[in-house]
């Protein structure tokens, strides 16, 4: 009897704790490929005119209290053209297989369900769908606003979008499962998001605050970065987290990595 007892308070203490955590679930979504001709562009002085291939990532979060789109990929208009589109003075080559809208109607997701579209950062292959989701508020440093809205080419956002400029890291939803962390260096506003899942545990999603494993591995700093300090001290700062919260870190453009991953419709709880 004591025995049954204690099991179900343990079994209680579980539940509870999966409940506090109020995230359900996270879908990885494809958000297209980047195809660079020289991999030193973002390896100094390694790899020089290798090609290499990026994956490109969204993340859709669903908490009890709204769904959250992590960056929004390649645009979906690419998708129709089947050479890509050229990008960064022809270094790379951006392809989409599929829409970001038709892998939300897959999974039952209407662009307007969605309360946040947080973003890494402002570069091409993470806001291309910005627009996608008028209603939604944007997460986005205020220090990366001011600098994409100052650059000739301006991100997609819709009129009607909200905007939540943040000056550092951000609790989203207020119960510690959704973190934005602050890390510069790629762009002057660069975030990451942190995830608690009930099952899968934390992870970090990067951005682009290092593109692929060997680089992380060796620290090394892309060229095009806006700041080769910040980039150093905000990869070092992911790597404090990873250890304090036994976080993964999932790298966005990570293509082998990418590769081990569940896309929607299957999920993560
Ligand atoms: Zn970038």
Redesign the pocket.
């Known amino acids: 009897m004591k025995l049954l007892a204690c099991a179900a308070a343990l079994l209680f203490a579980t539940s509870a704790a999966v409940a506090a955590s109020g995230v359900e679930r996270l879908y990885i979504l494809d958000c297209g490929i980047n195809q660079g001709k020289d991999q030193s562009r973002w390896s100094p002085g390694v790899n020089e005119g290798k090609p290499i291939e990026f994956s490109d990532n969204c993340y859709l979060i669903k908490h009890a209290k709204g769904l959250l789109l992590w960056d929004t990929g390649i645009p979906d208009a690419v998708a129709a053209l089947p050479d890509g589109v050229s990008a960064a003075n022809g270094s790379i080559v951006l392809r989409r297989t599929k829409t970001l809208a038709a892998q939300l109607t897959e999974i039952g997701v209407k662009p307007d369900d969605i309360r946040y579209v947080a973003i890494?950062?402002t570069?091409g292959?993470?806001v291309g769908n910005v627009g996608l989701f008028p209603w939604a508020t944007i997460l986005i440093q205020a220090a990366e606003y001011d600098w994409a809205m100052a650059q000739p080419s301006k991100p997609a956002f819709a009129a009607t979008q909200k905007f939540d400029k943040l000056t550092g890291d951000r609790d989203v939803f207020g119960d510690g499962s959704v973190t934005i962390l602050s890390t510069p260096g790629?762009?002057p506003g660069h975030q990451s998001l942190l995830v608690h899942l009930p099952k899968t545990g934390a992870i970090v999603l990067s951005?682009?605050a290092v593109h692929f494993r060997d680089n992380w591995d060796n620290r090394r700093v892309p060229s095009?970065n806006t700041d080769r300090d910040q980039t150093l001290a905000s990869m070092q700062r992911i790597a404090t987290v990873l250890t304090e919260q036994k976080a993964q870190l999932w790298i966005n453009h990570d293509k082998a990595q990418s590769s081990q991953l569940r896309y929607a419709p299957a999920h993560y709880e």
């Open positions: 890494s950062h570069h292959d993470h790629h762009t951005g682009d095009m």
